[in-house]
Every structure is written in structure tokens, then in C-alpha cells.
């Protein structure tokens, strides 16, 4: 088999991106298309009008933060002082809960990046004569909200050019179309910055609209002039930002607050006027994020001892596992049992579960074959949350043992890598090709590449805690080394076949390619 050239590698990455419509930010599709914006705009500009009270409800992670952070920015701009609610997870639950709506007497609600799923709390605002208003990206479940007007590209009946957008960005689009009904002057562009964490963070698909707005918003971040991003890139220090810069830096500490504590702790933080209310903000936030580590280890390691190689999926559950770390305990047990994964935190009988899986196979369908049992559960493709009664757990795990024995589909995407790589031949040049094409991200995937009887020279665990695997090896007499993070497993064959990505390591200044081990075959 003939190896990856540079020629070659940029011929397979510019293909990607050949017929993007939207390949330049003059050319994204604009609000009009989108079902009900024109009456939720009008009914904003008469809020506005007669000085009604406005409340956004946003939601606790990174997306439903910076969503109520664009809102807070936009009518600010606009000279409106606007109120606004977070859900605390813990206190609350998701979204426009009918414990939020009871907090809301009068005025206009907006929901931004939730409220497709709240019929409830949408009844007791009927009740009230409340008008409301939903942006959201989530999947349209059978019982849609009473609502003035909701904003969702998912709907059947939008005809918004592309669907796959996360719940800030259709908040972005709702301001673009309130400035073109006021006829105001907000820079728009002002919010690439956020809009980018966002969509990296939601794991929007990095393709298309996204695409153009992550490249442009990347350049935006490094330059912002928001106290918050000044403070990060103090802290990665790098000359250009990638997305796992975002990905894996900056959007675990902006998620850390909702998971962990009250995500109004990250809303604060994005919103900072000043240096060192921002480094206040952040100092905690790096905190609540290390104490996330912590206790996902340590739930990580108590559910793998109950799950069992012969079910289809891993359905897991303990009494009072933090509700704020299962979600990614569930995205990292997907991955490493390669199969979708259920983990549920039972408190007072009540089970609370969050679901992950990287495959063909729709965990919305998925967990609606079950819904007979559920309290409630709403979320994507590959993301979820549902809850039920903890005595209904082992009848939910078998219906989805059953259904995903039914499946043909395979429960787990395997890597699809460009081809054998020539290690030898990674110099500079070889990263800048890899760079040029950024952002990387779902259905547009960083290069990865095998490497095949790649001799061990040695083995090292590196890190604090001694859970990296670092190697030395031999490749066609090329000797490099290359990291797995989060592996402790010394016990290898001498000869090695990988599946590996290359990233760019800046040092003093010194620009190095780093190898990084995507998985031991």
C-alpha cells in the first residue's frame, strides 16, 4: 500500500470542502427561513415597545451559557435591561422547568438552547398569559409546548437551509432578525467568539455554516477582547487556536460550573467587564473543573466493574453518582466498550441518566422504544438525558439490550484513518497542510492515519498520576515517540499496529509534531 504523501494529504482534506455553499461568512444563510421568527420578532419589538418585562431561560451547559451570554450582550447593546434564569441542574433540572415557570409572574419568555421539550412548564405560562417564545436545536419530541413562536431548525416544517446548528446559534439568528426589525446597529460578528466555543462544544457537526463560522470564530477568540478569552490565551499561549484547543482547554472550565456547582459561575465569567473579576471567575472555575476530574475517575471505575462484554449497551447505575459527571462517564465508557452507553444517578428512588454513542444508531429512537417507563427524556443523535423510577432500571436496560439486538448497524464507528503514513515524512510543512484545514470536528474528522509493525523500544507512564502511556518506537528505522492519555496498560506486543493523529507541540517557541495514539489494534 503506497503511504500518505503531503500532495496526497492535502488533495483528501481540500475535497471536503469543495462544495460548501457557504464556504464564506458573506454567504451564510440568513434568519428568514426559519419557521415563526417573524412573529417572534414582532412580539419582541412590542415587548420592547410597551416596556414589558423580558426573561431569557437558558440552560446550564456550555451551549445554553453562551446562548443567555449572546442574549445578555445583544439587548444590552440595544440599551434593554432584560432579566434572565440559569437552571441549577440540581435545584431545577433542564431547561424551562415547570419549577422555573412558577418563578415567572408576567412579561415575554425566550428560551434559548432548551425549551422544545417543556410542555408542562409551557401550560402553567398559558396559564398566566405569559407569551412564549422557544430557540432551541434539540429533537421535536410528539407533544410540542404551547408557544407563541418556537425557533428550531429540527422542526418539519422549517425550511432553514442547514439543520445541524446548535442552540446559540439559532439565539444569534433570532438577534439578527429582532436588529433587522428594530433597524438597530449591533455588529453581529461581535459574538463569533462565542458562537465558536459553542458549537465545538455541542459537537455540532464541523461542516458547512459551522465550518466557515468555527474558522473565522477561532481567529476571533485569539483576538477578542473579552476579558474572559484575553484571560484564556494568557493560559494556552499559543500563536493560533485549533478546536481541540476549545474542545478540550476552554469548554471543560466553562462546563465545569453547571456540572458541578451553578453554571451562573460561567455566565459571570463570559460576561466580565473587568481583569480580574475574570480572574476571579476563572480561578474557580479551574477549581470545580479539577474536582470534576476527580469524582468521574472514581465513578468510572465503579461502573465498569457491572458492566458485562456480552449486553449490547452499558446501562449502569448508583445511588447519588454526581448528576454533574455522568454524562462524560457515559461518552468515555462509549468509546473505550464501543457501544452506547446509559449512566444513572439514583437519588430518593428517582433514577437520572444521562446517554452516549458514537454510531449510526439514533439514541433519541433509541430510548423512545422505552419511553412507556420514562419520566421524561429529551436530546440528539448521539446525546441524551432521561429519567425514571430506579424499580423500572433492569426492565429499561433489557428493552434496549433487546432493540440494539435487532440492529444491524454497527453499535460503535470505527476510526476511519487517511491511509499507512510514512512517520519519516512528518516534518513542519506536514502539520501546516493538517492546520490549513482547520477546524476538525464530527463528520469533518482530524486526519488520522495507521501505522503499522511499529517496533516497542520502550514504555513510560508519564503525568502526575502516572495514567499516560508514553512509547518509543521504530518505524521502518524512523525512531519517534508517541502518547496515549488516560492508559495505563504497559503489558504491549513488541510490534505494534496504531491508529494515530498528529498535533503541533509549541514550546519556548520550539514547534514540535506530536504523535498521538487513537488506538492500539
Not at 478546536?243 to 456547582?261: C, L
Request: charged share 25%.
Amino acid at each position: 500500500m503506497s503511504k500518505i504523501t503531503k500532495q496526497r494529504l492535502f488533495e483528501i482534506l481540500s475535497s471536503r470542502h469543495l462544495n460548501n455553499p457557504y464556504s464564506k461568512l458573506a454567504s451564510i444563510p440568513t434568519p428568514n427561513n426559519f419557521k415563526d421568527i417573524n412573529i417572534a420578532t414582532k412580539r419582541v419589538k412590542k415587548a420592547i415597545e410597551n416596556g414589558e418585562k423580558i426573561t431569557i431561560v437558558g440552560d446550564y451547559d456550555v451551549d445554553g451559557v453562551v446562548s443567555t451570554t449572546i442574549m445578555l450582550e445583544f439587548f444590552e447593546d440595544l440599551g434593554i435591561k432584560v432579566d434572565y434564569i440559569i437552571p441549577n441542574r440540581f435545584e431545577h433540572g433542564y431547561g424551562l422547568s415547570p419549577k422555573i415557570a412558577n418563578k415567572i409572574d408576567n412579561g415575554l419568555v425566550i428560551t434559548v438552547d432548551n425549551g422544545i421539550s417543556a410542555y408542562e412548564a409551557s401550560l402553567i405560562l398559558k396559564e398566566k398569559n405569559i407569551d412564549l417564545i422557544i430557540t432551541d436545536h434539540h429533537t421535536v419530541g410528539e407533544k410540542i409546548p404551547h408557544a407563541l413562536a418556537i425557533i428550531n431548525p429540527k422542526q418539519e416544517d422549517c425550511t432553514f437551509e442547514f439543520k445541524e446548528i446548535c442552540g446559540a446559534q439559532v439565539a444569534w439568528y433570532f438577534c439578527a432578525a429582532i436588529k433587522k426589525e428594530l433597524e438597530a446597529n449591533v455588529d453581529l460578528s461581535s459574538y463569533l467568539d462565542l458562537l465558536t466555543l459553542a458549537i465545538i462544544a455541542d459537537i455540532m457537526p464541523m461542516t458547512s455554516l459551522n465550518h466557515t463560522m468555527v474558522k473565522q470564530g477561532l481567529k476571533k477568540i485569539k483576538n477578542s477582547k473579552r476579558e474572559a478569552f484575553k484571560l484564556l490565551n494568557q493560559h494556552i499561549q499559543k500563536e493560533f487556536l485549533v478546536s481541540d484547543d476549545v474542545g478540550f482547554t476552554i469548554a471543560p472550565k466553562i462546563n465545569s460550573a453547571g456540572r458541578m456547582d451553578d453554571a451562573s459561575l460561567a455566565l459571570d465569567f463570559l460576561l466580565s467587564k473587568c481583569q480580574n473579576s475574570a480572574y476571579e471567575s476563572l480561578a474557580v472555575l479551574e477549581e470545580l473543573n479539577n474536582y470534576r476530574k476527580t469524582l468521574q475517575e472514581d465513578i468510572c471505575s465503579r461502573a465498569e466493574k457491572q458492566i458485562k462484554s456480552s449486553d449490547k449497551a452499558v446501562v449502569v447505575w448508583g445511588e447519588e453518582w454526581h448528576e454533574g459527571v455522568i454524562g462524560i462517564v457515559a461518552s468515555k465508557l462509549s468509546h473505550k466498550f464501543k457501544k452506547p452507553a446509559f449512566i444513572f444517578s439514583i437519588n430518593d428512588n428517582i433514577a437520572k441518566g444521562s446517554a452516549r454513542a458514537n454510531s449510526q444508531i439514533s439514541l433519541y429512537d433509541l430510548i423512545s422504544k422505552a419511553k412507556h417507563l420514562l419520566i421524561g427524556f429529551g436530546g440528539h443523535k448521539n446525546a441524551a438525558g432521561l429519567s425514571l423510577e430506579a424499580i423500572n432500571l433492569e426492565e429499561f436496560k433489557d428493552i434496549i439490550n433487546k432493540e440494539l439486538s435487532q440492529v444491524n448497524d454497527s453499535l460503535h464507528n470505527e476510526f476511519i484513518t487517511l491511509g499507512e503514513l510514512d512517520v519519516s515524512s512528518v516534518d513542519l510543512e506536514f502539520i501546516s497542510i493538517i492546520e490549513e484545514f482547520e477546524p476538525y470536528g464530527l463528520e469533518n474528522e482530524r486526519p488520522i492515519f495507521n501505522v503499522s509493525n511499529a517496533k516497542l523500544l520502550k514504555t513510560d507512564l508519564i503525568g502526575k498520576d502516572k495514567n499516560h502511556l508514553k512509547l518509543t518506537l521504530n518505524s521502518d528505522g524512523f525512531i519517534f515517540e508517541a502518547l496515549k492519555f488516560y492508559d495505563n496498560n504497559t503489558n504491549l506486543d513488541n510490534n505494534l499496529n496504531l491508529i494515530l493523529s498528529i498535533s503541533k507541540n509549541e514550546f519556548r517557541g520550539v514547534i514540535t509534531p506530536t504523535f498521538l495514539i487513537q488506538e492500539i489494534l
